[in-house]
């Protein structure tokens, strides 16, 4: 079995069961009927409240849940909402922004939540993912919208901005163009059938001409503008061929008119017209739909913060925070600068800046990182130690914006002046129609018709509405298989890929950890499991959590609610039943031999369970691997591409998982602070690089690298500044982008063929001098109907492909 075939095979594994609520393959290792926990947990609670008709409601298959983080949500955004709510006489206008809602039954299901809240009233508008409400003070806001995240959607105030969408405007004009073309293609239909006289004639003739006119002008300036900035970049994209198209068949027609009287390729040129606009709609269209799928991100100047003053915690930006001020940060809160701990003691997650997917305890006096996240379950003080000007975390954020959003017009599989060469073409071609008609003796009436027809004829109205609808079919695969592209230029950049580096934590892993090994939990008796579950289950704890979730999972367990839990903070917890202590924590906490405690905690186990200090069980946790993760990295090794583990966790948890996953060690890399990653990248050749990571210590390497993803959308500061983003459980979608762009270069590369035959026939056709407005208005519609046909059928499997399928991208 050869590499491609064993890659192909490799693939073709992910077509098993269905997903039972998105109806997506089930990866390997999952026998519950779900892809994800994301998608089980929304499934349960559709059952559990009632409403399963969520499900005859959605048509076809839907996309991932993605499951969001445990614990408390940031939503400081929201107190001044509640706050002005609360204040005003009667109903209030509050506009939310919901991200995730795709069809009529995520509508239905977000207006079912409101409606059983029993107050005013809600507008949903799908295509800009914004729900309009009208509530009053007595509307539980708050409880509504957590509702509405439970099921898996994203909620946070609204971004003005994209209110008004370029897409929305496209379709405008196409529509106008297209209603011009259709009028003018019925009256140039009678002219060409034989209409040569009369009052009729004259008014077909004129509306024919005036309908090519107000095509153009509603048309032209679209492409002259993008035409025009590529110039000032120096880049010779298809636009500019299309734009000289549009102005040369426009001078030549309306020449035309203004001699003889003949409205002459005015219907092509109406027709061009629309359908260029209507493949620039259809190539907008996918990338902000893709980039409004996100979270409103501000940057930092969206952050916000609470600065304790005379007795008072008013919320604040944190770019007002100075050294000195006193934060209270809540549970989940970013830590904006670096701070002095003010309290007894409280847990970080550092997992956002280096990678460390364990919280760590902190004790008064201790400094604290900018970027750090409050993972304790109570509210802690912070004193700041730098202004936010000096911040980390403003340099992470405002410093890494090195690629803008693009408009796609680098087209995957063809040079980037390929605009140049086709206008060196058409130029080429209309001037040597010229000079064999004056060699031939014809007048010059004659030269300039067959001049205008050549340049008719060669405007590229196959190529531009052809590839524009392949980059739509591709996007829409992917995005079926929960992957969205945001910047379209991705798809030629990805065939220059070599080497894809992974950060570690919530990238190869899912940020979550996962008890080791079940077998003491199953050697406990079920009083035992009760009491550990009752312990486990009243914390937020990563480590509780995971335990917490393996208790469920495997045994049905009730939760006392009489019992009365104590946590130490980043220490553990502690339950007294009957006189007796149930302790669960770290080995010095649980345990009161000092020799025996220090012995786990060197051999690194992460939890004891203890009764009256003595021990009963010892559990170690890890990091959960994404679904598949280990396939998807061989697949890629496979088709040719190098893979890379680099992360600011320690050397040995990297080692540790990179070579579970098959990295080769000399590929793994700890310890990397954000300036490490990006040298790390720019040593690789930054262009040949997909770097995939979420952390915000990985935004100085995504934006170097020649392309990025990323997994996180919770945050939109990583996800806004990437590629593509994606939400599908596993690592496949770097395998379906690296292989639909290889798929979408060749169709691309198989659409400049047809179009370079056609437009070889067609300056023949001219050339000779038998070329006739009736011919051309035949040839341009029926060469874009065939390409497009061409396109489509090439196109047409679904999901998008994986490497192996349509072959490595950078040797096919």
């Not at 809240?117 to 993912?129: D, H, M, S």
């Not at 009161?592 to 405690?597: G, H, I, L, S």
Request: glycine share 10%; hydrophobic share 45%.
């Amino acid at each position: 079995m050869n590499a491609r075939h064993e890659v192909r095979a490799s693939a073709s594994a992910r077509e098993r069961a269905e997903c039972a609520h998105c109806q997506q393959p089930i990866p390997a290792g999952r026998d519950d009927g779900y892809c994800c926990r994301g998608c089980k947990a929304v499934a349960g609670l559709l059952r559990r409240t009632g409403l399963e008709r969520y499900y005859d409601l959605r048509r076809g298959p839907g996309v991932p849940v993605v499951e969001l983080p445990e614990g408390p949500r940031d939503r400081k955004w929201l107190e001044p909402i509640v706050e002005r709510v609360a204040e005003a006489d009667g109903p209030c206008h509050v506009a939310l922004d919901v991200k995730g809602v795709h069809c009529t039954a995520c509508v239905w299901l977000i207006e079912t939540l409101f409606e059983r809240r029993k107050g005013g009233a809600i507008e949903i508008n799908p295509a800009l993912g914004r729900a309009e409400l009208y509530v009053d003070g007595r509307f539980p806001l708050e409880e509504f919208i957590e509702d509405v995240e439970s099921f898996g959607y994203r909620v946070a105030e609204p971004n003005g901005e994209d209110d008004h969408l370029a897409s929305d405007g496209l379709l405008i004009r196409a529509g106008i163009a297209l209603a011009l073309a259709g009028n003018g293609m019925l009256l140039s239909a009678a002219i060409h059938l034989g209409l040569d006289e009369g009052i009729v004639y004259e008014w077909a003739r004129e509306i024919s001409f005036f309908a090519a006119v107000l095509a153009v002008f509603v048309g032209a300036p679209v492409f002259v503008r993008s035409a025009f900035e590529g110039l000032r970049r120096g880049v010779l994209h298809l636009d500019l061929p299309i734009a000289l198209g549009m102005g040369l068949a426009f001078f030549g027609s309306a020449w035309s008119y203004a001699t003889d009287g003949q409205a002459n390729y005015v219907d092509t040129l109406t027709v061009f017209v629309a359908l260029m606009l209507l493949g620039r709609w259809l190539q907008t269209r996918v990338l902000e739909r893709n980039r409004r799928e996100l979270l409103r991100d501000g940057g930092s100047d969206s952050l916000l913060t609470r600065r304790v003053k005379d007795g008072r915690a008013e919320l604040v930006t944190c770019a007002t925070v100075e050294p000195g001020d006193v934060l209270l940060l809540s549970p989940g809160d970013l830590v904006p600068v670096e701070a002095t701990l003010l309290d007894e003691a409280a847990s970080f997650s550092f997992d956002w800046i280096d990678g460390e997917s364990r919280p760590r305890a902190m004790q008064r006096g201790a400094r604290i990182p900018a970027g750090a996240l409050l993972s304790s379950e109570t509210a802690v003080r912070v004193e700041a130690k730098e202004s936010f000007s000096t911040s980390e975390v403003r340099s992470l954020l405002e410093g890494t914006r090195v690629r803008g959003e693009d408009d796609g017009r680098d087209l995957a599989g063809l040079p980037k002046n390929v605009g140049g060469i086709y206008v060196g073409f058409v130029l080429v071609a209309a001037s040597a129609a010229a000079l064999v008609s004056v060699l031939r003796g014809d007048d010059l009436v004659h030269t300039l018709e067959i001049a205008t027809a050549t340049l008719v004829v060669t405007c590229p109205c196959a190529f531009g509405i052809a590839v524009p609808l392949a980059y739509e079919i591709v996007q829409s695969q992917l995005r079926r298989a929960g992957v969205f592209v945001r910047r379209a230029s991705v798809f030629r950049r990805a065939l220059g890929v070599r080497r894809v580096v992974f950060d570690k934590t919530g990238t190869l892993t899912t940020g979550k950890l996962e008890i080791a090994d079940l077998a003491p939990l199953r050697a406990l008796d079920d009083r035992s499991r009760a009491h550990l579950y009752a312990l486990a289950a009243r914390s937020n704890h990563p480590k509780s959590r995971a335990l917490a979730r393996a208790l469920e999972d495997e045994w049905s367990i009730a939760l006392d609610l009489d019992h009365r839990v104590k946590e130490s903070t980043g220490r553990g917890l502690t339950l007294e039943v009957d006189g007796v202590v149930h302790r669960l924590g770290e080995p010095r906490f649980a345990l009161d031999d000092a020799a025996e405690a220090e012995a786990f905690a060197a051999r690194e186990v992460d939890l004891v369970y203890s009764v009256d200090g003595r021990r009963v069980i010892a559990l170690e946790t890890h990091e959960v691997l994404r679904p598949e993760a280990a396939l998807e990295l061989r697949a890629l090794e496979r088709g040719g591409y190098e893979t890379y583990v680099l992360s600011g966790d320690r050397a040995s948890r990297c080692v540790s998982i990179g070579t579970a996953l098959g990295v080769p060690e000399a590929r793994i890399h700890g310890e990397q602070s954000p300036e490490d990653k990006e040298r790390f990248v720019e040593s690789l050749g930054a262009e040949s690089v997909l770097m995939v990571g979420d952390g915000l210590n990985d935004a100085r390497a995504l934006a170097r690298a020649g392309c990025s993803g990323t997994p996180s959308i919770e945050r939109p500061f990583t996800a806004s500044r990437c590629d593509f983003y994606f939400i599908s459980p596993g690592l496949e979608a770097i395998s379906r982008l690296l292989g639909s762009s290889a798929r979408l270069a060749r169709v691309v590369r198989a659409d400049l063929v047809i179009a370079f035959v056609y437009n070889t026939l067609a300056v023949s056709i001219a050339v000779a001098g038998f070329m006739r407005p009736w011919l051309a208005a035949i040839l341009m519609p029926a060469s874009s109907l065939g390409t497009i046909a061409f396109t489509v059928l090439s196109l047409r499997s679904r999901g998008g492909d994986a490497v192996g399928e349509g072959g490595p991208s950078w040797k096919s």
